[in-house]
């Protein structure tokens, strides 16, 4: 299993001992080996991977090759700020991603809610279902509203204008997830403990499937994806929509595509 985090960050952060870069490649690898449920074990090779056990937010991690991840509205800094995203420490001791979103996020940025984003050129890929596990929990006793999000798109096959898209928040006591005729609400006790789930996309049967804490079932579903612009592949978690007031710490996020194709250069230099 490759951990880009770990060999992104070993490069990111030189200044470090060459032991210490053994060490904290070593802690990575056995930090992934311990986790996922026996559900989760059936998906193909990640095509993203990102560990909160590294020590280092995502952005400091972003992987190479075909999917970059990006920042967008969380700030560095803690005090004064509307959205913030930080590595903290658990009471278990371990590491974990924290993103605080007092619900006026979007004054962050000018133009985005407060989110985690992974892209990849829509040309490189060529995919009809996607697979995307993330282990996390929801924190602020306070807030009723949801307080962390999913959002998944996948460009529309024959078409250069469209996309594929789902939705999915996680509040205290339910769901929301978005469909092709609005946004439904299942019942769900979330509550503050860590889960660990998976979104399952398939555009050919235009279906999504919610998976959580080992269930024999899906916790939602839909075979009425909802359609938006631009022709997209695009990941984010953390928020993206005006839903999101709270506390969430992620543990690890990750994302399979069923497929995917050369880029115009590569055929072109296979050709020559």
Known sequence: MKIISALKCERI??????ATLSFFAVLCLAAW?????????TAPEWTFEYSALSGFR?????AGGNLAVSRFGYQ???????????IVMTENGTTALRMINNGRDKESSQNEFSHYRLTGNPYFYKTKT?????KFRIMDRQSKAAQFSVGVSIPVTGTEME????????APECIKYLTATGLKTVAFSTGFGWHEARIVMDT???????????????????????????????????DGSALVEGVAEIEYFKCAA???????NERNDQNL
């Open 258 to 264: 069923n497929q995917i194709i050369k880029t115009k």
């Open 33 to 41: 080996g311990a986790q996922g449920a026996e559900w989760q074990n």
């Open 163 to 170: 996309s594929f898209g789902v939705y999915v928040s996680f």
């Open 13 to 18: 952060m030189s200044w470090r001992s060459s």
């Open 58 to 62: 995502p952005d400091e991690c972003a």
């Open 204 to 238: 050919d049967k235009s279906k999504f499937e919610l998976w959580i804490d080992g269930h024999k079932s899906p916790i939602a579903e839909t075979v009425s994806l909802s359609k938006s612009t631009p022709r997209l592949l695009k990941i984010q978690f953390g």
């Open 76 to 86: 560095t800094k803690e005090s004064g700020e509307p959205a913030y995203s930080s």
């Open 130 to 134: 996607l697979i995307v596990d993330f």
